[in-house]
């Protein structure tokens, strides 16, 4: 980056730098009324000073939480700032969440002011108002359907912004001071982790961590203020804030705000970003949507797809990858960029995508390597709310479907003996809010921060995660085993719906697979395979092959790994039934309940491990209604091959 | 439109004027109405307030939609009169109707389905452009700048119902729940006083229909239109009417608040049946 941040060392200074240096550049756009309307950083600027000077004329002040309740809009970011000018911290809570879940980082933080979208969010907020007697003033963007409300803690935003401006014409150093005020290691945000291991904690983070991991980022990726980002992820989750706030502040990107959740495919086109984050299940989608309108496309569009997509799979990574291609591939990459990948990129709205990151679960290859074979430049990043996302990120040309890359500058990583990963950064947070049990847990006292994540350094120095540390288990041997990792590799494929690995004291590896209906059935009548029903096709041989070679595959791949190829799949069984959350199989979000399983099919593991040949089984299952039958069916065991890891060496 | 920027929705000029219920603007007199032998309404009164949600129930083929087609000028009831807003007339045509200020929607929608939702609702606005065709056609002068007055109201009314996502899309495409809504913008774009809707809830599952209810009552608290629906589900009509009038073989045998309609027995005789 040419020009010189010394000394902005806070948002609010950030800010107002880009408000001197660039007043006239975008800074954030919205589109309203079917029109995108631009806040330059002048305009936003002007907000939040406004903002800012009517919130300290409500009692804000040094050390004071907002609530901010919404979707990504101009001024739920502009409140941020104007909250970090005073001193205070805002605390950006989930747009989606119920009343109750807001209630507890409300009380929690002892928040007095909120900032909330719209009456959807007013009514939440309201709601849970007796419980919170901390909260006295609600302000409120959106006024539609606001007009009766008579509660004295409601006010618009814009009677609060006109409230501001009248005072900052007045003291106008007021606010200069308090900006001068901040310092680096000030509180600059609190996120609220999700709850799924008790309750949420709030994750306390400094102008200083926030700051200097996105320029690490940003300066990897040579990101500049002509950059574009479409933020359409909670603003409340660390990685939308770092794309949307952190980083756009640190380089003078622009951000741009969709109209509406349904419209984010349209608007994405339309702003053409040029740094794009998606989580698989996006990325997923997105590839689903543009299969299904393939497969309806005229005869001669299906063939040329799947030709040039050929093409691309050979050579459009290593084409990324700066690695070397044959002349003739070349030229017919070229050609199919002009009849297909172009086009597709212009439908998915990533014709200017320069970076594009995706994390938060393991990525399936083949659809990793879709997005990267059309030229669009995807990357896999490791981080979490504790370290201000950039951990590892995979630098460009050594980009990797099965790791998260190196260390980011900055950060040093090292692994417990337990295999747990443990990171010492500039990013990482400062405590979790009024819980000292629970940051002391976390961050030891040499301020290392112990992830509860598994995994290793490959042969590249990339970090690869497996799995959660507390659900890594040894074999027999004493080698590790991961089941999350081999049953993610397993629902890879799209005949695999759901897989359960067991091993964890055991002298090899077995597992359960759930068969994929959809997929399955489609198959089979594809080959005219008649089958009765689910029961029926699971127990059919030719799916016992099918999915035999999927395990074989995915044995072949462990061989090729040192750390886990004594994890490869010895036997394996399809079972007869869905895996369900109501049968308590799977939790309600959707994950394998593991050790449930184990023991509800005890007598399946233990056919596994026997050496039968076949198992009977006996199911209770609940059906929708609540009403309860069973399930009774004989279950083939089979095995699968394996393969000696040096033989898979020299095959790879 | 650029000084828009940073407003959100719901901001005037479509803003003004939700006041409660008002005086009466549309009063029924004896309306009898009859197509040969066929009588479909007789001798039917009842009056509409100002900024009221009125509906009118009654069992198939009772006369609810000749009773809005008589409203809207389309039918010329061959006895009584209609008031409204002081006006006394018997047979209005339909575009004198819309011009003072109702508009509607019907049971089978009336949209242009090979159109844009944009478009069909842009058409909506027709009688409040003042331009010539000549000049609209060409998009030059005031025409332009009317264009943009326009499509500026219309991209409020999209807001609106929330039907963003579709603004580009042919109403032909739209599932129907959504083709309802698209003919309720259409309707709204007149920006009508009072607003006629028959049957807006048919053929909708549940969702759909709570989806519905929310916007009919936003529209009669955000721009204060009063509204006359017509609807044969009781229990959605009850829940977001103010005053309901019942009608049977073309004659009114209710009209009151939904608890004292519900209470009525004649009413209830009409919905479960009589044994004789």
């Not at chain 1, 002892?110 to 849970?128: F, G, P, R, W, Y």
């Not at chain 1, 299904?292 to 084409?319: C, H, N, P, Q, W």
């Not at chain 2, 608290?221 to 073989?249: A, C, K, N, P, W």
Request: proline letters at 5%.
């Amino acid at each position: 980056m040419p020009e010189s941040l010394a000394g902005l060392d806070t948002f609010p200074k950030l800010l107002m730098h880009h408000a001197r240096v660039r007043p006239q550049r975008p800074a954030i756009r919205e589109k309203d009324l079917g029109i995108w309307q631009t806040w330059t950083w002048s305009r936003f600027a002007d907000e939040v000073r406004a903002m800012a000077c009517g919130l300290a004329e409500h009692g804000f002040k040094r050390g004071d939480h907002l609530a901010l309740v919404g979707d990504n809009r101009p001024r739920i970011y502009a409140a941020m700032c104007a909250a970090q000018c005073l001193g205070g911290i805002p605390v950006p809570l989930y747009q989606d969440a119920v009343a109750a879940e807001m209630a507890y980082p409300i009380q929690n933080a002892s928040i007095t002011h909120a900032i909330a979208e719209d009456q959807e969010q007013v009514d939440k907020l309201l709601e849970i108002l007796p419980q919170c007697p901390s909260l006295e003033r609600i302000y409120y963007d959106d006024p539609r359907g606001l007009r009766h409300y008579a509660q004295p803690q409601l006010m618009s935003c814009d009677a609060l912004r006109e409230l501001g401006r009248e005072t900052f014409r007045r003291d106008p150093a007021y606010l200069e001071t308090e900006i001068a005020k901040g310092s680096s290691e000030d509180t600059a945000a609190m996120f609220f982790t999700s709850g799924t291991t008790g309750v949420p904690k709030g994750v306390v983070l400094t102008h200083a961590s926030l700051i200097d991991r996105a320029r690490a980022a940003a300066e990897m990726e040579d990101l500049g203020d002509a950059d574009v980002v479409l933020a359409y992820l909670p603003p409340a989750w660390i990685g939308q804030n770092i794309f949307s706030y952190a980083q756009p502040f640190v380089t003078g990107y622009c951000i741009c705000c969709p109209e509406s959740s349904e419209t984010v495919m349209s608007d994405m086109r339309e702003i053409g970003p040029t740094y794009y984050f998606a989580p698989p299940r996006v990325l997923e989608a997105l590839l689903t949507q543009v299969s299904i309108r393939m497969e309806d496309a005229s005869a001669l569009k299906r063939a040329l797809y799947r030709y040039f997509m050929e093409v691309a799979r050979r050579t459009g990574g290593a084409l990324l990858d700066g690695r070397p291609v044959g002349l003739a591939d070349r030229l017919l990459y070229r050609l199919g960029d002009m009849l297909v990948y172009g086009p597709l990129r212009n439908v998915l709205g990533m014709s200017r995508v320069r970076v594009a990151y995706t994390a938060g679960e393991a990525i399936g290859p083949d659809l990793f390597r879709f997005y990267r074979s059309i030229g669009i430049n995807l990357k896999q990043l490791y981080g979490s709310t504790e370290t201000s996302v950039f951990v590892c990120v995979q630098p460009n040309g050594q980009v990797k479907a099965d790791t998260v890359g190196p260390a980011v500058k900055g950060v040093e990583l090292s692994f417990t003996p337990e295999r747990e990963l443990l990171i010492r950064s500039p990013g990482l947070f400062k405590e979790y809010y009024k819980n000292p049990v629970a940051t002391a847990e976390a961050k030891d006292a040499q301020g290392w921060f112990h992830t509860g994540d598994a995994g290793y350094f490959d042969a590249d120095g990339h970090v690869k995660i497996i799995d959660r540390v507390k659900d890594v288990g040894k074999l027999a041997d004493g080698s590790i085993f991961a089941p999350k990792y081999l049953e993610n590799k397993l629902k890879f494929f799209p005949y695999v719906k759901e897989a359960v690995a067991f091993g964890h004291g055991r002298d090899r590896v077995c597992a359960f697979i759930n068969m994929d209906m959809e997929a399955v059935g489609n198959w089979a009548e594809k080959r005219n395979l008649p089958y009765a029903g689910y029961v029926d096709l699971a127990s059919r041989d030719e799916v016992y092959e099918l999915v035999r070679e999927c395990i074989e595959k995915v044995n072949a791949d462990l061989a090729a790994e040192p750390e886990l190829a004594a994890s490869q799949i010895h036997r394996y069984l399809i079972l007869h039934k869905q895996l369900e959350a109501d049968d308590g199989e799977l939790t309600r979000t959707a994950k394998v309940r593991r050790r449930h399983v184990g023991e509800k099919y005890a007598a399946l593991v233990d056919a596994l491990y026997g050496g039968a040949q076949t198992v009977h089984v006996e199911a209770q299952v609940r059906y929708e209604d609540g009403r309860t039958g069973s399930i009774s069916a004989d279950l083939k065991i089979r095995d699968a091959k394996t393969f000696t890891p040096a033989a898979a060496k020299k095959a790879a | 439109m650029q000084g828009a920027a940073g407003t959100r929705a719901g901001a005037p000029p479509l803003d003004e004027g939700a006041r409660r219920v008002g005086e009466v603007i549309l009063a029924v007199e004896g309306v009898s109405l009859s197509f040969g032998g066929v009588k479909a309404l007789t001798n039917v009164s009842f009056d509409v307030r100002e900024h009221e949600v009125r509906a009118i129930i009654g069992p198939n083929g009772a006369g609810k939609s000749s009773m809005l087609n008589v409203i809207n000028g389309v039918y010329h009831p061959q006895e009584g009169k209609i008031r409204y807003l002081g006006r006394e007339f018997r047979d209005m045509d339909s575009h004198e109707v819309a011009q003072s200020g109702i508009a509607r929607t019907f049971q089978s929608l009336a949209l242009f389905k090979g159109m844009t939702v944009l478009d069909n609702i842009m058409a909506g606005r027709n009688l409040k452009m003042r331009t010539n065709l000549l000049l609209q056609a060409l998009r030059i002068g005031p025409a332009l700048r009317e264009e943009l007055e326009h499509r500026e109201a219309v991209e409020r009314i999209i807001d609106f119902l929330e039907i963003q996502a579709y603004r580009k899309v042919p109403v032909g495409r739209l599932p129907y729940g959504l083709q309802k809504r698209v003919d309720l913008a259409r309707a709204l774009a007149m920006e009508p006083r009072m607003l006629l809707l028959d049957e807006p809830m048919a053929g909708m599952n549940m969702e759909e229909k709570q989806d519905m209810c929310r916007f009919i009552l936003d529209v009669n608290d955000q721009f204060g239109t009063t509204i006359v629906l017509i609807e044969h589900d009781m229990g959605v009509v009850m829940d977001i009417s103010d005053r309901v009038v019942v009608l049977d073989y073309g004659k009114k045998i209710g009209d009151g608040t939904p608890d004292e309609v519900r209470a009525n027995k004649a009413v209830i005789d009409a919905y479960l049946g009589v044994s004789h």
